[in-house]
C-alpha cells in the first residue's frame, strides 16, 4: 500500500512530504566574492528554514540541507535563491537535478544544484581571423 501511496503523491498530486538540497559552490576562480557567496548560503538558509549544514572542500563549498517538511519549506524563497546563485555565477550555467527519494516511508524531493562552465565561451565574437584557402 506504500508503494501506491508514493505513486499517487508523485504523480497525481506532485506534492512530496519534504525537500532536501544539495548545492555545489566553486571557490576556484575568482569570479563570486565571499559575500555573493555568503549571501547565496544565507538565502538557501531561509528556504530550508535553517537546516544547513555547510563544508569546505578544496575547491567548492558544499551546501546540504536536512530534510525539510513541505510546510517548512519555502519554494519561492528557494527559486530566488537559485536565481541569485545564477547571477553570482556569470560565467556558469546552472546545471539542476531534481529527483524523487522515499525516506523512513516519506516522500522527499531531492535538487541537486551545481554551476557548470559551459564548453564553449557564450560571448564568442566572430572578430577572429579567418584561414582562407589557396584557391581564392
Known sequence: MQFVKRLWKRHVQDQPDGYQAYVSL????????VGDVHDCIDRLEHAFEG????YARVSRIAVVSDPVSA?????????AALERLEA???AHSLARLEKWRSADDR???SYVVV?????FPRDRTDDAPRVRSVVE
Open 88 to 90: 553570482c555565477y556569470e
Open 71 to 79: 510546510d517548512q519549506f519555502d519554494d519561492d524563497a528557494f527559486e
Open 107 to 109: 516522500l522527499v524531493k
Open 115 to 119: 554551476p557548470v562552465k559551459p564548453l
Open 26 to 33: 566553486p571557490t576556484d576562480d575568482a569570479e563570486p566574492s
Open 51 to 54: 537546516r544547513l549544514d555547510v
